[in-house]
């Protein structure tokens, strides 16, 4: 079956802009989370979509944003970018439920000058 | 604030040689430990996810150990093949936290043949 797939793969934006990044999960999953990861630091939780509903929200400012389709198609929205915004941002989709694995896009590449 | 600590950073073995890495997590509000193997121009991959305390799994040549009383984890890969080299991830997950996994910054593997 088709995996996760993210867009776009690498994306170059100006501070101040702002960015829409796209989640297409697994057949079947309901669950979206996006996380960041940044030079030496590990996967920071971004926030978790289920059927359409935020249910989890790590530490980020407002500026960053999410929504959840009834396909569950998820989009990541950044406004207002920062230079520290750079990084790869991950999407992962699984059943929803606790203990089930996640399954990880490919990731997407922002840099912002 | 929920820390996830894994050692080493890296590790460098040669081919053929066994290896074992650690993962420390908070022994509260436990409810699953993830690992996920990450190899560079590619997607993270889920290997385990472990719920009970004592319990042992294994995939091929590679196994784990969770303690969740004292909070840690033992990744084990038996004859170290190239193949192996990746980054290998941990992933605390809390009651109710569902979508939201808290990872380690990883063990960085390199085996050389």
Redesign the interface.
């Known amino acids: 079956k088709a995996g996760v797939t993210q867009t776009p793969r690498y994306l170059i934006k100006t501070r101040g802009q702002q960015v829409t990044l796209s989640c297409s999960p697994i057949s079947g999953h309901r669950s979206v989370s996006w996380y960041q990861q940044t030079p030496g630091q590990g996967l920071q939780f971004l926030f978790e979509y289920f059927s359409e509903t935020q249910r989890n929200k790590g530490n980020f400012p407002g500026r960053f944003s999410g929504r959840q389709f009834s396909n569950s198609r998820s989009e990541m929205n950044v406004s207002t970018l920062e230079l520290g915004d750079s990084a790869l941002y991950l999407c992962a989709s699984s059943l929803g439920q606790v203990a089930t694995e996640a399954f990880f896009g490919q990731g997407t590449r922002l840099t912002v000058v | 604030i929920l820390n996830?600590e894994q050692s080493p950073q890296s590790l460098h073995v040669q081919e053929g040689d066994s290896t074992n890495f650690t993962c420390s997590f908070p022994s509260s509000n436990f409810?699953?430990l993830?690992w996920?193997r990450w190899e560079t121009a590619?997607?993270?991959?889920?290997l385990f996810?472990m719920?009970l305390n004592g319990d042992e799994k294994k995939k091929g040549r590679i196994s784990a150990t969770l303690n969740t009383k004292e909070g840690y984890s033992y990744l084990y890969i038996k004859g170290s093949q190239p193949e192996d080299s990746a980054t290998y991830?941990c992933?605390f997950?809390g009651?109710?936290?569902?979508?939201?996994?808290?990872?380690?910054?990883?063990t960085k593997l390199s085996v050389k043949p």
């Open positions: 996830v409810y699953a993830h996920y590619k997607s993270p991959e889920a996810v719920t991830l992933a997950q009651v109710g936290s569902q979508g939201n996994l808290i990872f380690g910054k990883g």
